[in-house]
């Protein structure tokens, strides 16, 4: 069984059991968090496919860790004008486990 969710404006396609990264969440480590905008559930036969949302459906996941991601870095040049700056940035994000699927 797996479900299509959205977080943080974006989707994720998750199963039970599955850890993913979402985007930061202002959940404490170790609480149990649910997703109610859940886009699509499906069981292996049949599929629910919500507009946009599918009715009743929950998804519950579990509040691993809180962390950044790799570094990534920005360089900025213009030719022949000495100009060069470099920047990095690290995103925050929310490690899940996801428990149980409810549709």
């Known amino acids: 069984m797996f479900a299509v969710i959205e977080s943080g404006g974006k989707q994720h396609r998750v199963a039970e059991g599955e850890s993913?990264?979402?985007?930061?969440?202002?959940?404490?480590?170790?609480?149990?968090?649910?997703?109610d905008k859940v886009l699509l559930v499906s069981n292996g036969k049949d599929s629910k496919v919500g507009n946009p949302f599918v009715e009743n459906a929950k998804v519950s996941a579990k509040v691993l860790r809180h962390g950044k991601g790799d570094k990534v870095k920005v360089f900025?040049?213009?030719r022949r004008k000495n100009y060069k700056r470099t920047y990095g940035h690290r995103q925050a994000f929310t490690e899940v486990q996801i428990e149980k699927i409810t549709s």
């Open 20 to 35: 993913i990264r979402l985007e930061l969440l202002s959940s404490e480590e170790g609480s149990v968090i649910e997703f």
């Open 76 to 78: 900025k040049m213009k």
